[in-house]
């Protein structure tokens, strides 16, 4: 059984001192892709709230949303709900990496947080009921990390 937890959309527009900055569309992001548990309809809703706008490949299984305000952004979503990306064009992986930490320990011990390695040898976050967050460089073949970029990998069990 997947729960999904819904943050309410209020507390991810206060995630930043400005909505149009990067860093507040790449925390609302990972907030989303988190609180959502791979759920693409839910994190439509929930960035939807926020301006966000999206389409979907459903050849493709995935969808995409945007935030209205830049092009720096962007979430993509597996529509079978086995995984989401917030990936940065602008940000390091580094500050995202520690965007993910503060809202993971701003839930209070919610998530039983193990940390690894994936096959690549990247930051791998374990968050209990096998769901799994790798921290990488964002674009289209991914390193473990950038100075300019970023990308959070959600991955979750499909049941």
């Given at each position: 059984?997947?729960?999904?937890?819904?943050?309410?959309?209020?507390?991810?527009?206060?995630?930043?001192?400005?909505?149009?900055s990067p860093a507040s569309e790449m925390?609302?992001?990972?907030?989303?892709?988190?609180?959502?548990?791979?759920?693409?309809?839910?994190?439509?809703?929930?960035?939807?709230?926020?301006?966000?706008?999206?389409?979907?490949?459903?050849?493709?299984?995935?969808?995409?949303?945007?935030?209205?305000?830049?092009?720096?952004?962007?979430?993509?979503?597996?529509?079978?709900?086995?995984?989401?990306?917030?990936?940065?064009?602008?940000?390091?992986?580094?500050?995202?990496?520690?965007?993910?930490?503060?809202?993971?320990?701003?839930?209070?011990?919610?998530?039983?947080?193990?940390?690894?390695?994936?096959?690549?040898?990247?930051?791998?976050?374990?968050?209990?009921?096998?769901?799994?967050?790798?921290?990488?460089?964002?674009?289209?073949?991914?390193?473990?990390?950038?100075?300019?970029?970023?990308?959070?990998?959600?991955?979750?069990?499909?049941?």
């Open positions: 059984m997947r729960i999904i937890l819904v943050i309410p959309a209020v507390f991810i527009a206060l995630t930043g001192a400005s909505l149009a925390q609302q992001a990972i907030a989303a892709c988190l609180y959502n548990g791979g759920d693409a309809q839910s994190t439509y809703e929930t960035l939807s709230e926020l301006g966000w706008e999206g389409d979907a490949d459903d050849e493709a299984g995935v969808g995409y949303i945007y935030p209205a305000t830049g092009e720096n952004t962007v979430v993509t979503v597996a529509l079978d709900g086995s995984w989401c990306n917030a990936e940065s064009f602008v940000q390091s992986s580094e500050d995202s990496a520690m965007q993910l930490l503060g809202l993971i320990e701003g839930e209070g011990g919610n998530y039983d947080v193990s940390y690894d390695k994936d096959e690549m040898g990247c930051t791998q976050f374990g968050l209990g009921d096998g769901w799994k967050v790798t921290v990488l460089s964002g674009g289209q073949d991914p390193i473990c990390g950038a100075a300019d970029n970023s990308a959070i990998r959600f991955e979750f069990p499909i049941e």
